[in-house]
């Protein structure tokens, strides 16, 4: 009896290729794979359409290593931008956070990652001589780490802060506390205790 | 100031793009995302392919409904198949699962989906009217059942039963009962109890 696979070649390989997404297993793959084919091909068609575009069309910004089009992106290239203080954060998506709060007019560096000793990622992968290489500008006066409140997260910053400060650079971190509009009882102890310790005259 | 948007757009639409994956939202598009383009590029050229090759490439198989890159499929077209007995499946995955159980000769008819009247699909969604055409061929002589064993998955193997049934076609069910290979301890007292009812002569 010849080896007859029931599945056409395309849809194996669809299959297969969408595990390189992420947390998708077989399983989710192939669900995704009979839903675009099934009810969505205009979106199957959009999303190669997108991937091939990105893959071609983004590089790493030479000044933050934010994903960008051309060589510098529009942020670091904005002459309204306070060049004096950098931002350091871990994603994009952090940086899209930040620059929502209308709180920050300087620049940015992405380290597009954080450290993760047990994942092998270390200050090595996440080319930590090119930010420092950017904050020694001259310019910058100020670096504000501004990673994730997560163990790895402060990990990050702790070790960036150290390597930061022995160059002679100011350094500041995103203060903790108790999250606007939150009411206490729903709060976390941690954070309360961080709160607590460093409450601000009123 | 000017409305400036740190991301470029590449990476927005890809962003996007992710979402028309079924359980992608936004945070799980951006993770995707940013995973291609900074770990695996690769991946995201293939899955780029795949999905233009998929489209462009699959259709239904006129016969079984089941993905195809011909009018008529490699099994449906597979002359050592048994023509008289028609296996009714809810997904392609359903199919390669009783194939590799080496224990089914017959043909398929691949439903893509199964009555879930709260979700709108129905009985004119899953194109019922094309599996009644293909059981009443003159050849098919019984139907066999294979929907899954949730609640979704019964309602429409009864649904399909009396359609079948009302044509004169010989319908069954898989059989239910205690999994192969597993401890009664650990089987859950529903399936125990449709293998008492179902239990026979030893
Ligand atoms: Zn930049
Ligand atoms: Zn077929």
Redesign the pocket.
Known sequence: MEPELPEPEPLTTLIESLRCLPGVGLRSARRMAYHLLQHDLRGAEQLSHALATAVAGLRH?S??N?F?EDD??V??ANPKRDPTLLCVVETPADQNMIESSHGYRGLYYVLMGRLAPLEGVGPQALQFDRLLERAADGVVREVILATNFTAEGETTAHYLAELLRSRGLAVSRLARGVPAGSELEYVDAGTIAWALMERRGA
Chains 1, 2 share one sequence.
Do not use: A, F, L, M
């Open positions: 910004c000044r933050c934010g960008s510098i992106c942020t670091c």
